[in-house]
């Protein structure tokens, strides 16, 4: 069954005709999301990741009909207009922490919203913050120090008093 | 809540979804084929955390566990419900998935089962006849089933003031995986002891994987009761719940020798634990 929904995407508002049935993973695909990935479909791997209201969900377990009014966001709305890379993106290459790259849009995502959230976190915290992001080639290692390189670096910059939750990085 | 279930009277083989961490995963993998969903996620009276001038603590079905787990309150007064719900799945199921529905899956294993077991914990059910409220125990019928009468929701859980206040309490999760894994198996333990912090007063204590059902083990608590909180009780209290438990002889994932090995390491754990958080209590 078809339902018209309003939602917005990276910022745009869009009108979208949706089957009950179809995942987010999906419609975000065939609208040419691309980074956002199938990895097992079922919630346990996190490669669908993306923000829903500022919340890192699995896209693949959100049925897309029940998403009418909010704000998602992808890998593609982090990237600059210009093609500039955000400072995680930028953090990430060059820090290593892309082997294959296939689980890397989710675990950005997953560390847009651990970066989004102002807390500081040990690095103990921070591995069990991404634990929802399985990675086959890096070890997590790199991803880390990625992680806590933007971190630190915008702990240097803000002001603490002045630190809002925000989506700019 | 009313459109909710007049749409489940109307159409008996529609299930609830809240978060779909579990359903949905369930319908992807071929089950419930051409059955509707009814979404009751967004329904306001089924979401939030309370508590009332008697200090019964109200959860709202449809709370997600990461609002469980970062909840102010929820970390003080139940910090071993806090460590169950942190537990379940992954950050992003956390951010989908709600405490109703963990419970509602009816698994052995669920992680705020066994926490809640441990708490006494009440739910509140609304159907087509109104309001039910029973203990979470007999909430669990079957392996997998709950009490849910057609057209019925669980509205919220409560965990009464003479639950928790002056426990201490520890929820201990064995898995393979560190995250994203169901339990091996799983205890909780909530403990209460005399102004001398000596001897155990009362004990709430419950175990998963253990047996069809998550396992709530009465005996072993009543034993406890004027004990002294030491080793010896602890080794005592586990053979008492021993007796209770009854793992299934062949499962795939432990067989039953290991399972009840590790209901003596797991339970010590959460015991011991569970006393050294009631020692530190401040009796309010």
Excluded at chain 2, 67 to 93: D, F, H, M, W
Aim: neutral net charge; contains cysteine; charged residues 20%.
């Amino acid at each position: 069954m078809l339902k018209i929904i309003n939602l917005s995407i990276n910022g745009t508002s869009i009108d979208l005709a949706v089957d009950s049935r179809e995942s987010l993973t999906d419609t975000l695909r065939r609208l040419q999301f691309t980074s956002v990935k199938k990895g097992c479909e079922t919630g346990e791997c996190g490669a669908c990741t993306v923000l829903v209201d500022g919340k890192a969900v699995n896209s693949c377990l959100y049925p897309t009909v029940l998403l009418e009014g909010k704000r998602i966001l992808t890998l593609e709305g982090i990237t600059k207009p210009n093609g500039d890379l955000s400072a995680i993106q930028q953090a990430f290459i060059d820090e290593a922490a892309i082997q294959c790259g296939f689980c890397t849009p989710g675990l950005i995502m997953t560390a847009v919203e651990i970066i989004g959230e102002g807390k500081r976190y040990s690095r103990e915290e921070l591995r069990e913050r991404i634990s929802g992001n399985l990675c086959r080639c890096t070890g997590y290692h790199n991803v880390l120090n990625a992680i806590e390189k933007v971190l630190d670096e915008m702990y240097v910059q803000a002001d603490n008093s002045n630190f809002e939750k925000t989506s700019n990085f | 809540m009313s459109d909710a279930i007049r749409a489940l009277i109307k159409d008996p083989e529609a299930l609830v979804l809240a978060g779909g961490t579990s359903l949905l995963v369930n319908v992807k993998g071929g089950n419930y084929g051409g059955r509707n969903l009814v979404s009751v996620i967004d329904i306001p009276e089924l979401k939030g955390i309370s508590t009332d001038n008697d200090g019964n603590i109200i959860i709202g079905s449809c709370t997600t566990l990461n609002e469980v787990c970062s909840n102010s309150e929820i970390q003080k007064r139940l910090p071993a419900l806090a460590r169950a719900a942190k537990l379940v799945g992954g950050p992003q199921t956390r951010n989908l998935a709600t405490i109703g529905g963990n419970i509602c899956t009816g698994y052995m294993s669920a992680d705020t089962s066994i926490a809640l077991l441990a708490l006494n914990a009440h739910v509140e059910l609304l159907g087509p006849n109104g309001t039910r409220i029973i203990a979470l125990e007999s909430f669990f019928t079957k392996p997998t089933r709950v009490d849910l009468m057609p057209g019925e929701l669980l509205v919220n859980i409560k965990i009464r003031n003479e639950s928790y206040v002056g426990y201490g309490g520890h929820y201990e999760k064995h898995s393979a995986r560190k995250a994203l894994d169901f339990a091996l198996l799983n205890c909780a333990a909530q403990v209460k002891l005399d102004n001398d912090r000596n001897k155990i007063t009362a004990l709430g204590l419950a175990f998963g994987v253990v047996a069809p059902k998550p396992l709530r083990c009465h005996q072993a608590e009543q034993m406890a009761v004027g004990m002294s909180a030491d080793k010896q009780t602890i080794e005592l209290v586990l053979q008492e719940a021993i007796q209770e438990a009854k793992p299934c002889k062949d499962c795939w994932r432990a067989s039953q020798g290991y399972r009840f090995y590790l209901m003596k390491k797991v339970g010590s754990i959460a015991l011991e634990q569970a006393i050294a958080n009631a020692k530190e209590v401040t009796h309010a």
